[in-house]
């Protein structure tokens, strides 16, 4: 991601969007929380930014450290700001989500993007699209954990 610059300090919406481009999951520290897919909503006022996300689960651990991310990115940018984070529990986070930037750069840190249904995965190294599911949770619940059978890499792939 690439350096911010300084506005006017006037916030919009799509300069907020633009802002928290920046801040990355902290477990895939190469995908941001927009192209993840867990922003819902942004909401500017006269003094004060509201951004609602979606956990990628309901338990993710991660939730406090990207709440405190996306706080202090955008205190950085717009310090006139009151500043409110919130998760949505009522909308379920679901990896159509992720965009197609944020696709590529899951599979450019060896985790496989999502297929459409659960199976449909193509190994991130090889791309061999036949590779054996070794255990259904890997390092966070929203992954599991694969071998394949063709350049015998194992890999995470998200869960559709």
Request: aromatic share 8%.
């Amino acid at each position: 991601m690439g350096l911010m610059q300084k506005s006017d300090g006037r916030a919009t919406v799509e300069s907020v969007y633009e802002c928290i481009s920046h801040v990355c999951d902290p477990e895939i520290p190469t995908v941001s929380i927009v192209d993840l897919g867990m922003v819902e909503k942004v909401t500017v006022t006269d003094r004060q930014i509201v951004v609602v996300l979606i956990p990628t689960f309901v338990g993710c651990p991660a939730q406090p450290i990207i709440a405190r991310d996306v706080r202090q990115t955008l205190a950085a940018q717009y310090a006139d700001y009151a500043i409110e984070v919130r998760f949505a529990l009522t909308v379920a986070w679901t990896s159509a989500r992720i965009t197609e930037a944020g696709r590529q750069a899951l599979q450019a840190c060896g985790i496989a993007p999502p297929g459409r249904a659960f199976g449909d995965v193509a190994c991130p190294v090889c791309h061999d699209t036949k590779p054996v599911l070794h255990n259904l949770f890997g390092s966070t619940s929203c992954r599991s954990l694969y071998y394949c059978r063709q350049c015998r890499n194992p890999f995470e792939a998200f869960k559709p």
